[in-house]
């Protein structure tokens, strides 16, 4: 009796864990900041009093300029992903139009960007 009751909890387990989601996969934007830039900057970073970042554009430079800084040579996605995680989770700045490279006032500006992250 054991025996058939852990081979259908084993089956019960295989089953749920084939279909229940997956949690969220970290964004690129948030690897990339915990893989280079968490080492210096805490959370305490974005929450401080004198942050230089004010608005989208700004944190967007911030996150152009400290990359630079630390050589790390991304490219213009990495920095737009970077700066997307931040304003997520730190900021909520609201974004200028064109801030993700999309004109919103176009729907066929979107097909691009659908198209890449069904890529």
Request: no cysteine.
């Given at each position: 009796m054991t025996t058939s009751l852990n081979v259908a909890q084993l089956a019960t387990a295989v089953l749920v864990t084939l279909v229940l989601?997956?949690?969220a996969a970290e964004s690129r934007?948030?690897?990339l900041y915990s893989t280079h830039c968490i080492g210096c900057h805490t959370a305490q970073a974005h929450w401080r009093d004198k942050k230089l970042?004010?608005?989208w554009s700004s944190?967007?430079?911030?996150?152009?300029?400290?990359q630079a800084n630390a050589m790390l040579q991304w490219s213009e996605e990495d920095v737009r992903d970077?700066?997307?995680y931040l304003?997520?989770?730190f900021y909520r700045f609201p974004q200028q139009a064109g801030a993700?490279?999309?004109?919103?006032?176009r729907r066929s500006s979107?097909?691009?960007?659908?198209?890449?992250l069904l890529a």
């Open positions: 989601p997956v949690g934007g948030e690897l970042a004010t608005n944190l967007r430079t911030e996150v152009q300029r400290w970077v700066t997307q304003n997520d989770t993700l490279g999309v004109d919103f006032r979107l097909i691009p960007v659908m198209e890449g």
